[in-house]
């Protein structure tokens, strides 16, 4: 029996399994150590098999240094990572997320991103260590318009052990909920 695969926040302690992959895979660790926060790890029976990093900023997100293991491609599971990820930039209301890629334009055309002129990205988004790495300057670079209802968000799932982005939703409802009952009082 295959164990199964679970799409969960990267913790600290991933860092050096999430560097492995990468290398294995010719891509660059740089900036990955700031991105925990908001890197998703696909993890299988207890080991990190895939992850997908963004970087966060005011204009936009950028969706970095996306890797599964060989043992587990064709699973679904790239597609569960970016959907994770997309998930987070719709909590942290990003506008848009973009990428640079050199071989998957279709493959992330199929996930909704389309392809852009390096000068419709915001100067923030360009000025990231990606946009100005020699491996990915004669890359195609993509974006991904995001709605940002915060009803279609609190419907996309994005797993973290049990928890959901509906988890999440109603949490960050009642801390809210707690605020305003707190500032009434004090105003009374």
Same mark, same amino acid.
């Given at each position: 029996?295959?164990?199964?695969?679970?799409?969960?926040?990267?913790?600290?302690?991933?860092?050096?399994?999430?560097?492995?992959?990468?290398?294995?895979?010719?891509?660059?660790?740089?900036?990955?150590?700031?991105?925990?926060?908001?890197?998703?790890?696909?993890?299988?029976?207890?080991? #990190?098999?895939?992850?997908?990093?963004?970087?966060?900023?005011?204009?936009?997100?950028?969706?970095?240094?996306?890797?599964?293991?060989?043992?587990?491609?064709?699973?679904? #599971?790239?597609?569960?990572?970016?959907?994770?990820?997309?998930?987070?930039?719709?909590?942290?209301?990003?506008?848009?997320?973009?990428?640079?890629?050199?071989?998957?334009?279709?493959?992330?055309?199929?996930?909704?991103?389309?392809?852009?002129?390096?000068?419709?990205?915001?100067?923030?988004?360009?000025?990231?260590?990606?946009?100005?790495?020699?491996?990915?300057?004669?890359?195609? #670079?993509?974006?991904?318009?995001?709605?940002?209802?915060?009803?279609?968000?609190?419907? #996309?799932?994005?797993?973290?052990?049990?928890?959901?982005?509906?988890?999440?939703?109603?949490?960050?409802?009642?801390?809210?909920?707690?605020?305003?009952?707190?500032?009434?009082?004090?105003?009374?």
């Amino acid at each position: 029996m295959i164990p199964p695969i679970e799409i969960e926040s990267a913790r600290p302690q991933d860092l050096d399994s999430i560097q492995a992959l990468l290398a294995e895979h010719g891509l660059l660790l740089n900036g990955m150590l700031q991105q925990i926060p908001t890197t998703v790890v696909a993890r299988m029976a207890g080991r #990190v098999v895939g992850s997908a990093g963004l970087e966060l900023y005011a204009d936009g997100a950028l969706l970095r240094s996306i890797v599964v293991a060989p043992q587990t491609r064709r699973r679904g #599971v790239g597609h569960r990572l970016i959907e994770a990820a997309i998930a987070i930039a719709t909590t942290r209301r990003m506008p848009a997320i973009y990428l640079l890629t050199i071989t998957a334009a279709e493959y992330f055309a199929r996930l909704g991103f389309t392809r852009v002129d390096r000068a419709s990205v915001p100067d923030i988004v360009k000025d990231s260590a990606e946009f100005k790495g020699p491996r990915f300057s004669s890359a195609v #670079v993509m974006r991904k318009t995001l709605h940002l209802d915060p009803r279609r968000a609190s419907r #996309v799932v994005f797993l973290q052990g049990s928890r959901t982005i509906e988890h999440f939703w109603t949490e960050a409802l009642a801390a809210f909920r707690q605020q305003v009952e707190a500032a009434s009082t004090n105003q009374h």
